[in-house]
T-cell receptor
Framework: DQQVKQNSPSLSVQEGRISILNCDYT??????FLWYKKYPAEGPTFLIS?????DKNEDGRFTVFLNKSAKHLSLHIVPSQPGDSAVYFC????????????FGSGTQLTVLP | EAGVAQSPRYKIIEKRQSVAFWCNPI?????LYWYQQILGQGPKLLIQ????????DSQLPKDRFSAERLKGVDSTLKIQPAKLEDSAVYLC???????????FGSGTRLTVV
């Protein structure tokens, strides 16, 4: 049972345009959501997070939006840069799970110069 | 601060052989996780430690996998005997108390032939 889903395995965008990565979840107990970025041969690195009491969190070029009623979150990257090309994982946790992260399957973002 | 250290980076073994991975978390991080990432999938939790005690090992295949955390610091994950389906990247992560996000190591890529 996949509790966190990323339905787009890949996404290509032009440099300078907006990248939108999507994530859906099924467990309504999740109260914290995170995005991680992963380059080849490296471990995932934390990018941005959002608590369930918020609907938006912004950090520079990265913004995460949360729609709790739809159990959907998205990561917006504006403007996209070639260095953003990586696999992006959506993850979720709740306090009752000892703060374990449940990950989606990832989306490969390619930013074309 | 120094990151999460893992070794070896790569390992190739034949099926039915044994293998061990080592992890040194960030100093002061009480919580340590081992995740398995199969190609094309998101990381999947194997085991969680709090100091040197096991918090959750419900998803660890205990007939062949074992893990320990020595003195609440370093950890080792062992597979014996390995199967072809164990081919994956094994990620170690640690988390400071009070924070949600983890810091991951670079992982060990295991290939079982």
């Amino acid at each position: 049972d996949q509790q966190v889903k990323q339905n787009s395995p890949s996404l290509s965008v032009q440099e300078g345009r907006i990248s939108i990565l999507n994530c859906d979840y099924t467990n309504s107990m999740f109260d914290y959501f995170l995005w991680y970025k992963k380059y080849p041969a490296e471990g995932p690195t934390f990018l941005i997070s959002i608590s369930s009491i918020k609907d938006k969190n912004e950090d520079g070029r990265f913004t995460v939006f949360l729609n709790k009623s739809a159990k959907h979150l998205s990561l917006h990257i504006v403007p996209s840069q070639p260095g953003d090309s990586a696999v992006y994982f959506c993850a979720a946790s709740f306090s009752g799970s000892a703060r374990q992260l449940t990950f989606g399957s990832g989306t490969q973002l390619t930013v074309l110069p | 601060e120094a990151g999460v250290a893992q070794s070896p980076r790569y390992k190739i073994i034949e099926k039915r052989q044994s293998v061990a991975f080592w992890c040194n978390p960030i100093s002061g991080h009480a919580t340590l996780y081992w995740y398995q990432q199969i190609l094309g999938q998101g990381p999947k939790l194997l085991i969680q430690f709090q100091n040197n005690g096991v918090v959750d090992d419900s998803q660890l295949p205990k007939d062949r996998f074992s893990a320990e955390r020595l003195k609440g610091v370093d950890s080792t994950l062992k597979i014996q005997p390995a199967k072809l389906e164990d081919s994956a990247v094994y990620l170690c992560a640690s988390r400071r108390e009070g924070l949600i996000g983890y810091t991951f190591g670079s992982g060990t890529r295991l290939t079982v032939v």
